[in-house]
């Protein structure tokens, strides 16, 4: 996984966001801006559904801290679009359908449930500072409090 004081690898991917046609996100364009990028195993599922809504709530927060959060998963444009559309998602949702983002970050990994592993998004967030640089890594997030966390995060971050 990405670790604190790395530079955040760079990506160009679709993104989606409420009331918008999907179009390209380049994470360097996004400085001098703070990036909170959040990765989620699935769109419309429970913990992945609180998350975005948390993020979303706290949407106002974010902008006056000078940050914009991103939330990445495997899922494709379309169904981030439903996914926006049903929730009302004022979150930016990239589409990694390949995986390679989430392979760079590290967030792709060996999960084990009820006894069976398999690969999936391990629930990770890495606050981005105004230089690219990873200042911040909260690797397998709990989702309950989470976002006020992260907002708090990019309030100290000058």
């Known amino acids: 996984m990405i670790a604190i004081g790395e530079k955040a690898p760079d990506f160009t991917l679709p993104v989606t966001r409420t009331g918008a046609e999907p179009e390209e996100l380049t994470l360097s364009a996004l400085a001098p801006r703070k990036v909170v990028l959040y990765f989620y195993p699935k769109d419309d599922t429970p913990g992945c559904t609180t998350e975005a809504l948390d993020f979303t709530r706290l949407g106002p927060d974010f902008d006056a801290a000078g940050a914009i959060v991103v939330g990445i998963s495997k899922d494709s444009a379309k169904s981030h679009a439903k996914f926006c559309a049903k929730h009302a998602l004022g979150v930016a949702l990239v589409s990694d359908e390949a995986g390679t983002v989430c ?5 792709w990994v060996e999960k084990n449930m009820y006894g069976r592993t398999s690969m999936g998004i391990q629930r990770a967030t890495f606050l ?31």
């Open 103 to 107: 392979d760079a970050f590290g967030t």
């Open 128 to 158: 981005i500072d105004a230089t690219g640089t990873v200042a911040q890594v909260w690797p397998k997030v709990s989702v309950k409090g989470h976002a006020e966390a992260v907002l708090a995060a990019v309030q100290a971050l000058t």
